[in-house]
């Protein structure tokens, strides 16, 4: 059957664990890119982060019989490699991931970047630089915060998605992500 942008992830998982092989083509295609990246930015190292990446989509091709639907998919599939991922880092002796938790108020958007017009080349160079710079910078954040951004800004997911696919309280992903966004802020403020 062919599976368009209409057909939910969820139904394209149930479908796939009912044995409809193109239902995993378009759930694969649909989040590769942001998982992968996520996995990169998680442990900065190309080679484990494609290990780590198809390790996910292993352990979710082994449980497609099992799936059932209690949260989106996208909790879903980064619940799986946030788990991979402490798997690693615990086989490894690597910090679990921690968190400053702290009450506070939502957590607020990074305003995304303007597409640089074809005619200005020097605007252009400097969104780039300044890609360049917020990447430099996500590298230097705390595992938990880092992780929380990402799911956020790679993935689409909202702060109850990442609280559910990591683990902790909806407070302590708020927090996470308002720690990231304030630290990145402020480095991108220094760098003009």
């Not at 295609?29 to 780590?52: F, I, P, T």
């Not at 979710?60 to 946030?82: D, E, G, M, P, W």
């Amino acid at each position: 059957m062919p599976w368009d942008a209409s057909d939910s992830d969820e139904n394209l998982m149930l479908a796939y664990g009912g044995g409809d092989a193109s239902a995993f083509d378009a759930l694969y295609r649909r989040h590769k890119g942001g998982v992968y990246r996520y996995m990169l930015r998680q442990c900065s190292d190309a080679g484990v982060a494609d290990e780590l990446f198809q390790d996910v989509w292993m352990n979710l091709i082994r449980s497609r019989a099992n799936y059932t639907v209690q949260a989106k998919f996208t909790t879903y599939i980064y619940r799986l490699a946030h788990n991979r991922l402490i798997d690693h880092y615990r086989s490894h002796g690597k910090a679990a991931l921690v968190s400053f938790d702290d009450d506070g108020d939502d957590v607020p958007a990074i305003a995304e970047p303007a597409a640089a017009p074809r005619d200005e080349p020097e605007r252009h160079l400097d969104i780039k630089q300044q890609a360049a710079q917020l990447l430099q910078l996500l590298g230097t954040l705390p595992e938990a915060q880092r992780e929380a951004f990402v799911m956020q800004y790679e993935g689409g997911m909202s702060v109850e998605d990442i609280a559910q696919a990591t683990g902790v309280t909806r407070e302590t992903a708020k927090s996470r992500l308002r720690y990231a966004l304030a630290k990145l802020r402020e480095g991108l403020a220094t760098w003009r």
